[in-house]
């Protein structure tokens, strides 16, 4: 009898576990989808606004033929002023990954100058006794040529702040400068002394350029982002005037400085 309920209880255990077999090679199989997650990497274009708060220049210097000496005289200008807020550019650049990208730009701004000296000599042809008030005028443009590198720092809810560095190259096209000098009257009265004109051809080269980047890019849509940014430039001194005879009035312009708030529009591919 014992033999026979032990018999009868293997049967059920084993019929029990053929059963569960059975149903679950009957259930369906769940598959879960694939997920891909798609990098940050590709080619984009951009363009650029920006707006100057702050534009400074190096003293521009200047000199002049001395026919008694026989030698050239420098000096300063009294005073000069800078002006020319806004600039524009566009680029092309490379989405390395999430962390890296760079870019090639070309940036357009222009400007114009005012500058004044004054002087105990007399003018051009003025009598003895009395100064001279000079005032220089021109307007110059430039365009440059930058590569710049890149590092975003990461995208929370959307915003992506970055930090940046560029190094290339500014030509500098300087107008005709105008200059007009006026008699001032001292020991010795102008008399109705006429203003004396000169107009001294403008120079143009090539100057060595770098940038400092920190921003934050928001994306708007898929694939466009909107950059909202602070660039700092440093554009090197170079030829700002000369005359054409070997005896004239030549000049250069300081080092060009200029803190911009920028705001553009990148279009990524990927």
């Known amino acids: 009898m014992i033999r026979f309920d032990a018999l009868a209880l293997a049967a059920m255990m084993a019929g029990a576990f053929a059963g569960t077999a ?37 003293d521009p210097t200047f000199r002049s033929y001395d026919p008694v000496g026989g030698d050239y005289d420098s000096g300063h200008f009294d005073s000069d002023r800078f002006g020319g807020d806004f600039s524009g550019g566009v680029g092309v650049g490379y989405q390395f990954n999430d962390l890296l990208r760079a870019d090639i730009t070309g940036d357009y701004f222009s400007g114009d100058f005012k500058g004044k ?21 021109s307007s110059f443009t430039a365009g440059s040529l930058m590569l710049n590198g890149y ?7 959307g ?13 500098v096209s300087w107008d005709h ?40 890019a928001y994306e708007v849509a898929p694939n466009i982002k909107v950059d909202l940014g602070y660039r ?11 005359s ?13 400085s200029r803190h911009e708030i920028r705001i553009g529009l990148r279009i990524t591919t990927w």
């Open 232 to 242: 700092f430039s440093h554009v090197a001194g170079g030829d700002m005037f000369g």
């Open 22 to 58: 059975f149903a679950a090679d009957l259930s369906p199989t769940v598959k879960m989808p694939e997920v891909s997650v798609k990098d940050a990497q590709g080619w984009y274009v951009r363009g650029d606004f920006g707006y100057a708060v702050n534009a400074s220049h190096d």
């Open 159 to 171: 915003f992506t702040p970055y930090l940046g560095a560029g190094l290339g190259g500014t030509r």
């Open 177 to 216: 400068v105008n200059v007009v000098g006026s008699c001032v009257g001292g020991v010795a009265g102008c008399g109705g002394a006429a203003s004396v004109s000169n107009r001294y051809s403008g120079g143009s080269d090539w100057r060595m350029t770098y940038a400092l980047m920190a921003g934050v």
């Open 244 to 256: 054409s005879s070997a005896d004239g009035t030549s000049g250069r312009d300081g080092a060009l």
């Open 117 to 137: 000296i004054s002087s105990d000599a007399p003018c051009a042809g003025g009598a003895a006794g009395t100064g001279c008030s000079t005032k220089a005028r």
């Open 151 to 157: 590092v975003d720092l990461g995208t929370l809810a």
